[in-house]
Nanobody
């Protein structure tokens, strides 16, 4: 099982930027970022495949967030810009190491095999 460690969360003012990092202990078919705000269910944010440069975003973050990867480091990043208070949540990195990969699968948290411990992102208004 791939071990994941997130970093880069913090407190930022609305309109600001943060970059989240996720270091993985091994290769994945795809990696994703999810988030969970207090009192809400976990939701998909973005995903990226490992062998092809396919990315997928939740509509509310399109144009503001960018997911990228570094194959040599087995790392994935989430660059977040124009942050809004509603982006406040614990952000989780997830790894998918087996099975099919397509858009419908990548948005489902149940399709991922490993999860990081989460990193808090707080956006103040």
């Amino acid at each position: 099982q791939v071990q994941l460690v997130e970093s880069g969360g913090g407190l930022v003012q609305a309109g600001g930027s943060l970059r989240l990092s996720c270091a993985a202990s091994g290769r994945s078919l795809a990696m994703g970022w999810f988030r969970q705000a207090p009192g809400k269910e976990r939701e998909f944010v973005a995903a990226i495949t490992w062998t092809t440069v396919y990315t997928l975003y939740q509509d509310s973050v399109k144009g503001r967030f960018t997911i990228s990867r570094d194959n040599a480091k087995n790392a994935v990043y989430l660059q977040m810009s124009s942050l809004k208070p509603e982006d406040t949540a614990v952000y989780y990195c997830a790894s998918k190491t087996r099975g099919f990969v397509n858009g419908a699968i990548l948005v489902a948290g149940s399709q991922y095999d490993s999860w990081g411990q989460g990193t808090q992102v707080t956006v103040s208004s």
